[in-house]
C-alpha cells in the first residue's frame, strides 16, 4: 500500500499562489490514479483533480477548472497540485489520496495523506 504525506500549504493572500505536494512512498504514484481532494468543517469533501496513472490524463473539479493544474513527477515519486488565482473559498485542507478506481468520489479512494491547510485570506 502507498503512504502519502502532503505539504506545502499555508496562508496566502487572495489571488496569489501555492504549490502543494504529495510525497509517497511504498509505491509509485504511475501505478495509481492520484487524486487531490479539499474540505471544510462541516461539508463533504470535494474533488478538486486526479491524475491517471497511465498516460497521464488529468481532470478537474469545477472549482478548480483554470486555475490548478496537477502533475506528476515519477523521478520523485510525487503529485503536485498548482493552484493560482486562489480565492477565499478555496480555504480548506487539502488532502491527497490514491486510487486503482478512478472516479471522483472520495470512496474511490483508500489511501490518504494527512492533509495541508491552505488559507486564503481576502
Known amino acids: 500500500q502507498v503512504q502519502l504525506v502532503e505539504s506545502g500549504g499555508g496562508l496566502v493572500q487572495a489571488g496569489g499562489s501555492l504549490r502543494l505536494s504529495c510525497a509517497a512512498s511504498?509505491?509509485?504514484?504511475?501505478?495509481?490514479?492520484m487524486g487531490w481532494f479539499r474540505q471544510v468543517p462541516g461539508k463533504e469533501r470535494e474533488f478538486v483533480a486526479r491524475?491517471?496513472?497511465?498516460?497521464?490524463?488529468?481532470s478537474y473539479g469545477d472549482s478548480a477548472k483554470g486555475r490548478f493544474t496537477i502533475s506528476r513527477d515519477n523521478a520523485k515519486n510525487t503529485v503536485y497540485l498548482q493552484m493560482s488565482s486562489l480565492k477565499p473559498e478555496d480555504t480548506a485542507v487539502y488532502y491527497c489520496?490514491?486510487?486503482?478506481?478512478?472516479?471522483?468520489?472520495?470512496?474511490?479512494?483508500?489511501?490518504w495523506g494527512q492533509g495541508t491547510q491552505v488559507t486564503v485570506s481576502s
Open positions: 511504498g509505491r509509485t504514484v504511475s501505478t495509481y490514479i
Open positions: 491524475i491517471f496513472g497511465i498516460g497521464g490524463t488529468t
Open positions: 489520496a490514491a486510487s486503482q478506481l478512478g472516479g471522483t468520489s472520495p470512496s474511490s479512494y483508500y489511501s
